[in-house]
C-alpha cells in the first residue's frame, strides 16, 4: 500500500504544479477525496479561507512546499477514514494499468445481484442479459482504453473473473466500446454505457448485446457518487 501511496502522490503533485489552473485541479482531487475545505484546513493547520484562496486563484499559484503538504494532508485523511481512495488506486495499479485509464478495478467477496449493481450506477436497463449477478466490476475511461490498449491489455480489464460488469465512461453513442468487446471472448456479464441518454444510444448497441447474451444499461449519473456507492457493494 505504501508504494500505491507513493505513486498516487506523485500523480497528484504533478497534476496539480503542471496545470494551467492549479486552484481548480486542487479543487478537483479534494472533491474527489470528499474532503471539506474545513477538513482540508484543520489537517493543515491554516484557515478554511486558505484553502479557498488557493482553489479561487485568490492566491497566487502555491509552491511545491504547500502542494506537497496539501497532497499529504489528502491521503492522511483517506487513511484515517479506512483508505478507500487508496485501495481503490492500489487495486488499479496492481491490475497494471494506469489510473487514467482505469478508475476502479474489484472482485467482490460474494455474487452482487445485477439489479443491486446497477442501482449503485443510477443506471437504466435497455437490454436483459443471460447473468442476473456480477462477481466484480471495471471502471473505465472508454476513450483511453480503446486509444492506448492492446486486445492483450483489454482482456486484462476483466480482472479475476469476466463475470463482471464492465462501466465505460466518457460515451457518447456506445458504439466503440461494444464493437471493441466483440473482439474479446468471452463476454463480460453486464456492461454500463455512462454519460449517455438513452435516446443518444448508438442503434445497433441493444442488438449486439443481444448476440452476446449481454446486459446493457446506461447511466448518466455523476461518477464520483457512483463510484462511492459502488464501494459499498
Request: charged share 30%; with cysteine; net charge negative.
Given at each position: 500500500?505504501?508504494?500505491?501511496?507513493?505513486?498516487?502522490?506523485?500523480?497528484?503533485?504533478?497534476?496539480?504544479?503542471?496545470?494551467?489552473d492549479?486552484?481548480?485541479?486542487?479543487?478537483?482531487?479534494?472533491?474527489?477525496?470528499?474532503?471539506?475545505?474545513?477538513?482540508?484546513?484543520?489537517?493543515?493547520?491554516?484557515?478554511?479561507?486558505?484553502?479557498?484562496?488557493?482553489?479561487s486563484?485568490?492566491?497566487?499559484?502555491?509552491?511545491?512546499?504547500?502542494?506537497?503538504?496539501?497532497?499529504?494532508?489528502?491521503?492522511?485523511?483517506?487513511e484515517?477514514?479506512?483508505?478507500?481512495?487508496?485501495?481503490?488506486h492500489?487495486?488499479?495499479?496492481?491490475?497494471?494499468f494506469?489510473?487514467?485509464?482505469?478508475?476502479?478495478?474489484?472482485?467482490?467477496?460474494?455474487?452482487?445481484?445485477?439489479?443491486?449493481?446497477?442501482?449503485?450506477?443510477?443506471?437504466?436497463?435497455?437490454?436483459?442479459?443471460?447473468?442476473d449477478?456480477?462477481?466484480?466490476?471495471?471502471?473505465?475511461?472508454?476513450?483511453?482504453?480503446?486509444?492506448?490498449?492492446?486486445?492483450?491489455?483489454?482482456?486484462?480489464?476483466?480482472?479475476?473473473?469476466?463475470?463482471?460488469?464492465?462501466?465505460?465512461?466518457?460515451?457518447?453513442r456506445?458504439?466503440?466500446?461494444?464493437v471493441?468487446?466483440?473482439?474479446?471472448?468471452?463476454?463480460?456479464n453486464?456492461?454500463?454505457?455512462?454519460?449517455?441518454?438513452?435516446?443518444?444510444?448508438?442503434?445497433?448497441?441493444?442488438?449486439l448485446?443481444?448476440?452476446?447474451?449481454?446486459?446493457?444499461?446506461?447511466?448518466?449519473?455523476?461518477l464520483?457518487?457512483?463510484?462511492?456507492?459502488?464501494?459499498?457493494?
Amino acid at each position: 500500500m505504501s508504494d500505491a501511496r507513493e505513486e498516487l502522490s506523485r500523480r497528484i503533485a504533478g497534476e496539480i504544479t503542471l496545470s494551467d489552473d492549479p486552484g481548480a485541479t486542487l479543487r478537483k482531487w479534494r472533491t474527489d477525496f470528499d474532503v471539506s475545505q474545513t477538513e482540508l484546513a484543520d489537517q493543515l493547520g491554516v484557515s478554511s479561507s486558505v484553502v479557498s484562496d488557493y482553489e479561487s486563484g485568490r492566491r497566487e499559484s502555491p509552491g511545491i512546499g504547500v502542494v506537497r503538504r496539501t497532497v499529504e494532508g489528502l491521503l492522511d485523511i483517506d487513511e484515517r477514514r479506512g483508505g478507500g481512495r487508496l485501495r481503490q488506486h492500489a487495486r488499479v495499479l496492481s491490475a497494471g494499468f494506469e489510473s487514467d485509464i482505469v478508475h476502479d478495478l474489484r472482485e467482490y467477496s460474494t455474487a452482487v445481484p445485477l439489479s443491486e449493481f446497477y442501482e449503485a450506477m443510477g443506471a437504466t436497463e435497455i437490454v436483459r442479459g443471460d447473468h442476473d449477478h456480477v462477481n466484480g466490476h471495471t471502471v473505465i475511461d472508454s476513450i483511453q482504453a480503446i486509444t492506448r490498449l492492446s486486445s492483450e491489455e483489454f482482456y486484462r480489464l476483466y480482472g479475476q473473473s469476466t463475470n463482471r460488469a464492465l462501466v465505460f465512461t466518457r460515451v457518447t453513442r456506445g458504439e466503440s466500446p461494444l464493437v471493441a468487446l466483440r473482439v474479446v471472448s468471452p463476454t463480460p456479464n453486464a456492461v454500463v454505457l455512462h454519460g449517455i441518454e438513452d435516446g443518444d444510444l448508438w442503434d445497433h448497441a441493444a442488438d449486439l448485446a443481444r448476440v452476446d447474451g449481454v446486459s446493457l444499461a446506461t447511466s448518466n449519473r455523476d461518477l464520483d457518487d457512483c463510484l462511492a456507492d459502488l464501494q459499498a457493494l
